[in-house]
Structures are given as C-alpha cells and as structure tokens.
C-alpha cells in the first residue's frame, strides 16, 4: 500500500453489508488496503477478509441490523461509511416469481438498505466524513431478460440513492450508489455448471459487454473506494455505472 493511497482512509470506519464473499469481500479489501478499519457484516462473515471485523448481520432483521451497528461501533469506535452491498437475485417473467419472492428479495435488497441506513445514520451525522455507498446494477435502467423483480428491487435502489441524498446532504451525509454490470464471481462459477456447456454460456456473458468480458469485483470495489473517499466531497446524488459499456455503448457486430 503507497503512502498516498493509505491516507485517504486513514482513522476512518467502514462498515460493508454483505462482505463475507463476493463483491463485498472485494470492496472490504479494498478499504482495508486503503488505510479503513473495516466491518464485515454478512449472514456467515466467517470468511471475511483478513483484517477485517467480522459482524452477524441479517438484514432483514431490525434488531440484529441495530446489533451490528452497534457492535461496529464499539469495536471501532465510530462509523464513517457504509456500504449496502447485501443483495440476493432472482430469475423469471412478472408470471414466474411468487408474492413470497417478491417479498423475500425487495426485503433485503431495498427495505435492507433503509433498515441499516437508519440505523448508522446517528452515527453517520456525528462523522465530518460521512459516505453511503448503496450497490444498485444496470438491471436498473436496462431491460434484461427474465430479471423482473431483481430489476424493479435495483431500479428501486437507485431512485432510493437520490432520495437519500437529498434527505442527508446538508447533514454533512454524501450518498451514491454504483451500478456494475455482469460481475464474473464464485456464485457465477458455480452457476455455470448448471448448463449444458459451460464453457460457452461463459463466452455469452462475456460479449454481453463491449468490453468482451465480465466486470471484476475488484473493479466494482475501486469504483465503490472512489464514491465513499472523502477526497470527493462534491460527489452526492451519483449513479456510477461499472458496465463494460453496456449501458451506453452500442457496437456493431465483430466482424473479425
């Protein structure tokens, strides 16, 4: 870690919901090399990154959210950013997801961020510092295939993004989300292995970016870094997208 780098975060408190693997193990990393002391709250943190303080946290659960703020806290004495990475998916038409699943995944990925946001916000105000970060996807603003409910619970995350900093910026709370495309992690591994031909179901999730691949997690992580450093104080109100292009790109069949 250079000199720089680490003094950008340095003294300051991170918490990160869902960083027990993933996305959320990437960014809790990258706040940790970053100069963060770093929370991991997840469902199993066991398998945190080192370094960080690993938090049981569930949610959807107002009491265990309140518990594990309130242990980040007392661990580390405060809190300066959080990062609302927790999230679960789902696949099928408006006709193929159940009222269960729909409650189940607007649960944690919408009404989970409000739960934890509340939760951290006295603790947020009493920061000079003080940054959101919500992990929303270009599910938001793109039409996807069979991504009904996940798109409306990301799209809903987004709109909750510029209300929240509306509500929170002259409290000295800056809030942004990013948007990452098709992020190439463990679960997409294993998720490959239920089709035919893995290999090419891979090279199709591939060319879905203009890129020719999929996003990292380390890049969605230095993405989230970049939103919550308090060398971007005028940051606030920000849909970052971390797509491979596609959002706005639109490129001609490869000829080659």
């Known amino acids: 870690m250079n000199t720089a780098a680490g003094a950008e975060y340095d003294g300051l408190v991170a ?13 809790v990393s990258e706040l940790l090399a970053r100069g963060a002391r770093v929370a991991a709250l997840d469902l199993d943190p066991s398998q945190a990154p080192d370094g960080a303080l690993p938090v049981a946290c569930d949610v959807t659960d107002r009491a265990s ?32 997801n159940d009222d269960i699943t729909w409650a189940r995944v607007l649960d944690v990925n919408v009404t989970g961020i409000a739960r934890v946001t509340a939760a951290a916000l006295p603790h947020l ?6 940054s959101v970060v919500n ?24 709109s909750l993004t510029f209300a929240m900093a509306t509500d929170h910026v002259r409290e ?28 090419a179901e891979k090279a199709a999730m ?6 020719g691949r999929m996003v990292t997690p380390s890049e969605v992580a230095q993405a989230v870094a970049y939103l919550a450093s308090p060398r971007n104080g005028s940051t606030t109100g920000t849909a970052l997208d971390v797509d491979g292009g596609v959002t706005h790109l639109r490129m001609r069949p490869d000829k080659g």
């Not at 703020?69 to 006709?95: C, F, R």
């Not at 000295?172 to 031909?197: E, I, M, S």
């Open 172 to 199: 000295g709370v800056r809030v942004n989300c990013v948007c990452p495309g098709t992020v190439h992690t463990g679960f997409v591994d294993k998720l490959l292995q239920n089709f035919a031909d893995p290999v």
């Open 135 to 158: 992990v929303s996807s270009i599910a938001a603003l793109n039409g996807l295939p069979q991504r009904a409910l996940y798109s409306a619970s990301k799209g809903a995350v987004m």
């Open 206 to 211: 591939d060319a879905r970016q203009a890129t």
């Open 65 to 96: 959210v309140e518990a594990a703020v309130a242990t980040v806290t007392a661990e580390l004495g405060g809190l300066d950013i959080l990062v609302n990475n927790a999230g679960i998916s789902a696949v099928g038409t408006v006709e193929e």
């Open 125 to 130: 105000r009493a920061s000079s510092k003080a």
């Open 15 to 27: 918490a990160v919901t869902g960083g027990g693997a993933g996305i959320g193990a990437a960014i």
